[in-house]
């Protein structure tokens, strides 16, 4: 069958009310934002939380401390947004730091330890929103770290999209330019590109 662009919609996210109401306590939720490289993940997480300033709730942002490509602190997406973050070497830590806020924004969340399913979990449970963001899938198109076990956990998870880099067509996955064969390697245009399907498996071929 050949493949229909139309038939993938773009819902744009709205999110739902996360005002407290009565004397009811108010609950949380996960959101996941996924996608290979360049679909637009961390704009879309940087859309979602500027909006939550706007509505006036209080936000903080987190990244595992190895991805320090464009900024120490920032999170950086590949057209220069960028917003205010905190490295973080070990999932728990988020547990502290986001004591006093209502909206938890994580980029990057493949990066992170095992124990991030639990932490995101307990965020939620207290009544947080948490915005995750992160590559669904590695270089050789297997699920990423802990990227599965969030999706399953979320109450909405949104997959987004880049461009074939070869023929133009809805991408999904993350092309791997060099010959390494370590699941982390950093990089940006100069080791990777965004490939659809049939292009991914032709490989060096297309
Ligand atoms: N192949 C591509 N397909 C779509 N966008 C691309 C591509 N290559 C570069 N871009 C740029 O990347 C931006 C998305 O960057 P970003 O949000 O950082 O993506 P992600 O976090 O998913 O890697 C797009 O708005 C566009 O300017
Ligand atoms: C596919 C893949 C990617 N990486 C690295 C490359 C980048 O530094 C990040 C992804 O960043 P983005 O915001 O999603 O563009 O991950 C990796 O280490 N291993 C991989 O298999
Ligand atoms: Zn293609």
Redesign the pocket.
Known sequence: MPFQQSSITSNMFIEPSHRKENENPRTGWIEVIC??????????LIRRLNRAKIARQRIQIFKPALDKRYHDENI????D?SIRSIPVQTSIEIIDLAENCEVVGLDEAQFFDEKIVDVCTLLADSGKRVIV?GLDMDYMGKPFGCMPQLMAIAEFVTK?H????VCGEV?SHSYRLSPSNERVLLGE?DLY??RCRRCFNLGEQV
């Open positions: 996608g290979s490289m360049f679909s637009g993940k961390t704009e879309e950086v997406s590949h057209n947004n963001a987004v880049a461009i074939c880099m991408a245009t590109e965004a």
